[in-house]
């Protein structure tokens, strides 16, 4: 019959061609009934709590020591599972574990006696490794492998532990005091450190943002004139070529316009060559004739006004002697008068200067008198002790007269009055 077991259990079947016995950890195996026989072991992990109470320390101070253990019979390893047979095989995990943890108690105490209070308390872990050292070195001869030791509790009824701890957490909290400085002190440096690095990378930020910037601002600035450097060819190569296509345009429409003036100028032609003809029959032959005629009539009337001009300038030449007589006549009867004049100047002297100056006072006394009567408007102011009106104005006119003889004697140096006082 076949029979199986898990991984955390071994099978050992003995008996009839089972010599050594056949140790099966986790399978199966077939067993015949009657002649063979089969048993099993378990290969769970064990869990010891191993306590040693008031074992005395090397130097004779008693302490209690509480340590917890896992260990298991190894199934993998072939010797380790027959040894683990032999020792416990038909025994139940209780005994087991009890058969193991008395053996790990012993170590624990004689490991105890050889340490002092101060370095159990202080270095467990040396500790445990001891004691897991040589538990593992005594265990594995049984089949039992320690898988894990750890100290778990160290206590004393002497309070040898307290006062130990009492010295130590002065020194502790003096540490922890000055350690606590120390650390505020660095804490205050590194901040320091901290806020300057935090300064200086906030500054170096900036910097880099400004030249990103600037960078940002000169490449963009660099593009924009690039872009709009194409916008402006591109807008200017549009213009040039919209003024090429009116240019042509426009030299298409001229080229039309020189056509048609081309036509109209040979049709043109064509009308004055046809209107020359016309005016060749119907009008410059007859005005030839007319022409002949107007001709003819034209040297006609020229030599008719030469012969009236030359009766006219005859008769104007005639008329011209005459008056040429008559003026030669009046100037001699004029110079014969300026010499009688000049001979009574000579003979009366002063009293022809005189009688001379008599016939000009009038003609005077006219062009003084001239801007009055060109006068349109005359306002008189009287200051109540004289005339007025008329006879004010033919006053005044009057005493300009009156001082004529002495404007005449300072000038010729005759005198009008004396010379007519001698003449009466």
Not at 230 to 251: D, F, G, P
């Amino acid at each position: 019959m076949f029979y199986t077991c898990g991984p955390n259990e071994a099978m050992v079947v003995s008996g009839f061609c089972r010599s050594p016995p056949v140790m099966i950890a986790g399978g199966r195996v077939f067993v015949l009934p009657c002649v063979q026989q089969i048993q099993r072991i378990s290969l769970n992990t064990l869990t010891l709590n191993v306590k040693s109470d008031k074992v005395y320390t090397r130097h004779g101070v008693p302490i209690s020591v509480t340590g917890i253990a896992q260990m298991k019979i190894q199934g993998q390893n072939k010797q380790m599972l027959a040894a683990a047979c032999q020792m416990f095989m038909g025994k139940s995990e209780g005994e087991i574990a009890q058969i193991a943890l008395e053996t790990l108690e012993g170590h624990q105490r004689a490991i105890i006696a050889h340490l002092t209070v101060e370095e159990i308390y202080r270095d467990r872990k040396k500790f445990s490794e001891e004691v897991f050292k040589v538990a593992s070195s005594d265990l594995v001869n049984m089949g039992i492998s320690v898988v894990s030791y750890t100290l778990k509790d160290v206590h004393d009824d002497q309070d040898y532990l307290h006062s130990l701890g009492k010295s130590r957490t002065a020194q502790v909290q003096k540490d922890a005091r000055i350690g606590e400085a120390q650390f505020k002190r660095d804490a205050v440096i590194r901040e320091a450190h901290a806020m300057q690095e935090k300064i200086s990378a906030q500054y170096v930020n900036e910097i880099q943002m400004a030249k990103a910037q600037r960078d940002y601002e000169l490449k963009k600035a660099s593009y924009d004139i690039e872009v709009n450097t194409k916008k402006a060819e591109s807008e200017m190569a549009y213009q040039l070529q919209v003024a090429k296509t009116k240019q042509r345009i426009e030299e298409e429409k001229m080229q039309v316009k020189v056509v048609e003036r081309a036509q109209q100028i040979m049709l043109q032609e064509q009308e004055i060559t046809r209107r020359e003809m016309e005016l060749e029959a119907k009008v410059k032959k007859p005005a030839e004739a007319e022409r002949y005629r107007l001709e003819k009539l034209a040297e006609a009337e020229r030599a008719q006004l030469i012969m009236e001009a030359e009766a006219e300038a005859e008769s104007i030449r005639v008329k011209g002697d005459a008056e040429a007589f008559a003026v030669e006549a009046k100037g001699r009867a004029e110079a014969e008068q300026m010499a009688k004049k000049a001979e009574a100047f000579q003979q009366y002297k002063e009293g022809a200067m005189v009688d001379m100056l008599l016939e000009q006072l009038p003609l005077m006394a006219e062009e003084i008198s001239k801007p009055l009567a060109q006068a349109q408007k005359i306002t008189m102011v009287s200051s109540g002790g004289g005339e007025v009106g008329a006879a004010k104005l033919t006053g005044e006119v009057m005493d300009i007269m009156t001082r004529l003889p002495a404007a005449v004697e300072k000038l010729t140096g005759v005198n009008i009055s004396q010379v007519t006082t001698r003449m009466g």
